[in-house]
């Protein structure tokens, strides 16, 4: 059981941030074999082939987080300082990070750290590089829907802050969660023992590829930090329902909402016209005006282009869902 103190200093420090580098770093982990209840099976699979495609090597980033080590590198996701990084500017710090920080508490990262203490410039380096085109083939596609979890997992938390206090918001944070009096216990099988925030407060990072673990962070040198499954991730990858697609059909046009209702996962034009039985001709069409209104963007992976809908759409198919 790890307890962490709260001071009321601590209680005023304390907030959310979401973390494009940790969401790669714990995607990272999910292929290399973590997600244990194959929640993420279906991105799992489509992900693999991409990066099997493009011959992506992503030793680097995987020798810092084998499976089942029971810790990441704190160097590798430093708690990010605002609330919304963009991945380029937590890939910037991990580039600049200090030489003397290079080090892992898992035995089992200790080969990949000791291969970056060799040439610690060029072996960040290497690493930032391998995180972003990993990124490019694994995450960006995917991460309108994923950013939209985690923000509503935000707003929902800081309503219950504001109705109920620090007590309201941990109380259905996480099972493995409990607050009483100024300290909150957190179920670990690894860490153990009474952490103070010193005043620093606690960073709160919804993730959805870290379910079903916690994650912490109480190393001196960063703010602590602790890493959770947001609320209803067990919908991240179903499709909307039949009346999402109705209901948007009024707005877009039938063939239009039914290509939104598809993109539940990235997909090529040829992908959506054997879906759809539209022809490939009018689904580029159709992609080409959803894309210019911003309700689909599109990626390249190899020599075909996926096409993804956007965070707009995904609260407009979200919300048509209800």
């Known amino acids: 059981m790890l307890e962490i103190e709260f001071s009321a200093e601590d209680v005023a420090r304390t907030r959310f941030a ?32 991409r990066i099997a495609a493009a011959r992506l090597d992503l030793t680097p980033l995987t020798s810092l987080v084998p499976v089942p080590a029971p810790s ?44 970056l203490r060799a040439d610690p410039e060029r072996g960040l380096g290497r690493l930032a590089d391998v995180i972003a085109a990993f990124w490019e083939l694994a995450m960006a596609p995917y991460w309108p829907r994923v950013q939209t979890h985690l923000e509503a997992d935000i707003q929902y938390r800081a309503r219950r802050f504001a109705e109920g206090g620090t007590r309201s918001l941990f109380e259905d944070l996480e099972p493995r969660l409990a ?16 952490r103070r925030l010193d005043g620093r407060g606690l960073l ?5 590829f870290v379910w079903p673990r916690v994650f912490s962070t109480t190393d001196p040198v960063y703010q602590p930090a602790l890493r959770y499954p947001p609320r209803g991730i067990g919908t991240l990858w179903e499709a909307p329902p039949e009346s999402a697609s109705r209901a948007l059909s009024g707005v877009l046009g039938r063939s ?23 022809t490939p001709g009018g689904v580029s069409q159709h992609l080409g005006a959803l894309r210019a209104a911003g309700l689909v963007s599109a990626h390249r992976a190899g020599r075909s282009v996926l096409y993804a809908r956007t965070r707009v759409a995904e609260e407009l198919v979200a919300g048509a869902g209800r």
């Open 179 to 194: 607050w009483k009096s100024g300290t909150l216990s957190v179920e670990h099988r690894f860490v153990h023992g009474v």
């Open 72 to 115: 990441v590198p704190g160097f590798l996701c430093p708690p990010p300082s605002t609330s919304g990084p963009s991945l380029s500017v937590e890939l910037a710090a991990l580039r600049a990070t200090p030489h003397d920080r290079l080090r892992a508490s898992a035995r089992e990262a200790q080969p990949g750290v000791e291969a």
């Open 204 to 208: 709160l990072v919804p993730s959805a």
């Open 256 to 278: 239009r909402a039914q290509l939104l209702a598809e993109l539940t996962a990235p997909a090529s034009t040829t992908d959506l016209a054997g879906r759809t039985g539209l």
């Open 18 to 49: 979401i973390s494009p580098l940790w969401e790669a770093v714990a995607g990272a982990r999910v292929l290399a074999g973590a997600d244990e209840q194959a929640l993420h099976r279906r991105w799992a699979a489509q992900v693999r082939a």
